[in-house]
Structures are given as structure tokens and as C-alpha cells.
């Protein structure tokens, strides 16, 4: 089970983080972030490694988003900065065994969170 948390309204230019609680489904798995607006598919943002922490970013983030994970909690970061009217969408946490920027890769998802960017 994942369970996002964070999400919210803020300006352009503003922060948000968001939390992933995975139970159960964190050991040995590879973390990643997707995002999806109304009427558009939905498109990776970020993605971390289970065993080398090795990180991955979508070119439209990077620079701008930083992932982590907390192996002790079973929780993965998404740090969002300098957030874009773009960047309005669902977010959602997932997991898979091996990193990857494609969505289809990944096994398990959360609910998803939204994120408004006020321009």
C-alpha cells in the first residue's frame, strides 16, 4: 500500500514535498513519482533506487525536483521547487523492483495527490 501526502495550492515559484508511506512494498523496491494532468497521459517525473539510492529525473524537473527515500521509514520525498503553472496535476508515489521512467514498469500505485500552481 502506498499513501501519498502533501499535496496542496501554491503559487508559481513555490514548494511543496510530498510523502510516500509504502508498506510493504519499499525493501528492495525502486521508488519513482509520476504525474498526471486533466486530458493528458500520465508522465514520469522522478524515480529512485533501492540499493545505490541512484536517482532519475524528467528533463522538465530537473534541477527543480529532488527525490529521496528514508529506507529506515519506508518513506520516499518528492522536494518540489520553483513549481510551475505546468506542474498542475495528480501526483502519484509508485513502486516497481527495477528504476524506470516508464509507467508501465511500475506495479504498485498510490492514490495521488493534487497539486495547483497559481500563476
Known amino acids: 500500500q502506498l499513501i501519498e501526502s502533501g499535496g496542496g495550492l501554491v503559487q508559481a515559484g513555490g514548494s511543496l514535498k510530498f510523502s510516500c508511506v509504502a508498506s510493504g512494498l519499499f525493501t528492495r523496491y525502486a521508488m519513482g513519482w509520476f504525474r498526471q494532468a486533466n486530458g493528458k497521459e500520465r508522465e514520469f517525473v522522478a524515480a529512485?533506487?533501492?540499493?545505490?539510492?541512484?536517482?532519475f529525473y524528467a528533463d522538465s524537473v530537473k534541477g527543480r525536483f529532488t527525490i529521496s527515500r528514508d529506507n529506515d521509514n519506508d518513506t520516499v520525498y518528492l522536494q518540489m521547487d520553483g513549481l510551475k503553472p505546468a506542474g498542475t496535476a495528480s501526483y502519484y508515489c509508485?513502486?516497481?523492483?527495477?528504476?524506470?521512467?516508464?509507467?508501465?514498469?511500475?506495479?504498485?500505485w498510490g492514490q495521488g495527490a493534487q497539486v495547483t500552481v497559481s500563476s
Open positions: 509508485t513502486s516497481t523492483r527495477g528504476a524506470s521512467t516508464r509507467s508501465k514498469e511500475y506495479d504498485y
Open positions: 529512485i533506487g533501492w540499493s545505490d539510492s541512484r536517482t
